[in-house]
């Protein structure tokens, strides 16, 4: 079944840190390029990070460079996205998806909650 | 920064009906544009990418249309599980991606 599955998510404080997965599977990972998405509660959806297939190029939105670093491990057929230095503001829902525009494969979410 | 902004926020829409919903760019991109709807609970499914194309196993009752600036998601004929918020995204000029606000569209 071709799929994404995120894990990884929870409560954290304030400037702490999380590292969330993305496992695909059903599809040959290594040829594909990824994106992370996210969600705060009740609003929109805001683009967070891409990263290339090969040689795996980033590409990170402004509101988290310098804090987030995604990366991949195509041997597992997993995404990853570090994130350190968390604030308030990334509350939210993470998505992974297949591909860096258009995307037409997503995972469900994982929650992604910063309250002291 | 390409900002996308989508009309109207909520459309009330009778089951059956067309609904039209809006999308601009800030400036041109091209026909570099998708459309998403999200339901609730549940992850974005791609509806459009291209602006016009529709993304496989997408019903024929949704069209896209438009270039350079302006774009146009249409529901020819709503059905129930239609009620959903739909998204623009551009990815003509990235980093970054950028989605528009995003449109309601609920049972009139």
């Known amino acids: 079944e071709v799929q994404l599955l995120e894990s990884g998510g929870g409560l954290v404080q304030p400037g702490g840190s999380l590292r969330l997965s993305c496992e695909a599977s059903?599809?040959?990972?290594?040829?594909?390029?990824m994106t992370w998405v996210r969600q705060a509660p009740g609003k929109g959806l805001e683009w967070v990070s891409s990263?290339?297939?090969?040689?795996?190029?980033?590409y990170y939105a402004d509101s988290v460079k310098g804090r987030f670093t995604i990366s991949r491990d195509n041997s597992k057929n997993t995404l990853y996205l570090q994130m350190d230095s968390l604030r308030a503001e990334d509350t939210a829902l993470y998505f992974c998806?297949?591909?860096?525009?258009?995307?037409?494969?997503w995972g469900r979410g994982t929650l992604v909650t910063v309250s002291s | 920064e390409i900002v996308m902004t989508q009309s109207p926020a909520t459309l009330s829409v009778f089951p059956g009906e067309r609904a039209t919903l809006s999308c601009r760019a800030s400036?041109?991109?091209?026909?570099?544009l998708a459309w998403y709807q999200q339901r609730p609970g549940q992850a974005p499914r791609l509806l459009i990418y291209?602006?016009?194309t529709r993304a496989a196993g997408i019903p024929a009752r949704f069209s896209g249309s438009g270039s350079g600036t302006e774009f146009t998601l249409t529901i020819s004929s709503l059905q129930s599980e239609d009620f959903a918020i739909y998204y623009c995204?551009?990815?003509?000029?990235?980093?970054?991606?950028?989605f528009g606000g995003g449109t309601k569209v609920e049972i009139k």
């Open positions: 998806a297949r591909g860096k525009w258009a995307n037409e494969l």
């Open positions: 059903g599809f040959t990972f290594s040829t594909s390029g």
């Open positions: 990263i290339d297939d090969n040689p795996g190029r980033t």
């Open positions: 400036q041109s991109i091209r026909t570099k």
């Open positions: 291209s602006a016009s």
């Open positions: 995204q551009q990815y003509n000029n990235w980093p970054p991606l950028t």
